[in-house]
């Protein structure tokens, strides 16, 4: 099963509003990465935050990461119609080379 | 820099059939893994190559395997496909191993079996 549980599965907000979804995961990571993705094309990486950071900020984007509770948050602030994809978040496993995907949430921005 | 390139972009075979999806990573970039989306599973691993040894292997039948090359382009096989071997498969490279930056993805191979 996929270590990443992501929610809310979909949301659904208007142009301007900010963004914000939750990541959850299960085992010890090296890094949690956030990545977008278009219209079931490719994954675009966003954002990386490592095991010993707890936030990490990038443009318009946040991200959040609590290591006690297994959990990161992704924020998008003022969101743009062009921000409509789904995100996922990925955590690279410690003991492995590979990412561990979530199941995404569908971000839909209504101008 | 260009990205990284799968090839083709769309696929469609009967089932039984055998597949092979390409992959051509960022310049310079020594892993390539492949990944296999689909609505139901989403995201999930295959394997990852690095200087053309498999060093990791998600949890797939033996019916799907890879290669990578000396100038680490990487294929993917799959053999006797299934229905449920349709998806979307996505390559993505790193400089190194483990990928402490992130991944590059390319856009992706759309298999549909018929």
């Known amino acids: 099963s996929q270590q990443g549980e992501e929610d809310p599965q979909a949301l659904s907000i208007q142009e301007g509003e900010n963004a914000t979804m939750n990541c959850s995961y299960k085992t010890s990571i090296n890094n949690l990465q956030w990545y977008r993705q278009n219209s079931g094309r490719g994954l675009v990486h966003l954002i990386l935050i490592r095991s010993n950071e707890r936030e990490k900020h990038s443009g318009r984007l946040r991200v959040t990461l609590d290591t006690s509770k297994k959990s990161s948050s992704l924020l998008i602030t003022a969101s743009r119609a062009a921000d409509t994809a789904s995100y996922f978040c990925?955590?690279?496993?410690?003991?492995?080379?590979?990412?561990?995907f979530g199941a995404g949430t569908i971000l839909r921005v209504k101008s | 820099k260009a990205g990284v390139t799968q090839t083709p972009r769309y696929l469609i075979k009967t089932r039984g059939q055998q597949v092979t999806l390409s992959c051509s990573p960022i310049s310079g970039h020594r892993s390539v893994s492949w990944y296999q989306q689909t609505p139901g599973q989403g995201l999930q691993f295959l394997f990852e190559y690095f200087s053309e040894t498999q060093r990791n292997k998600g949890n797939f039948p033996g019916r799907f395997s890879g290669r990578q090359f000396s100038n680490s382009r990487s294929e993917m096989n799959v053999s006797t496909l299934e229905l449920g071997d349709s998806a979307l498969y996505l390559c993505a490279s790193s400089l190194e191993q483990g990928a402490a930056d992130g991944y590059t993805f390319g856009s992706g191979t759309r298999l549909t079996v018929v």
């Open positions: 990925a955590t690279d496993w410690e003991y492995g080379n590979k990412l561990v």
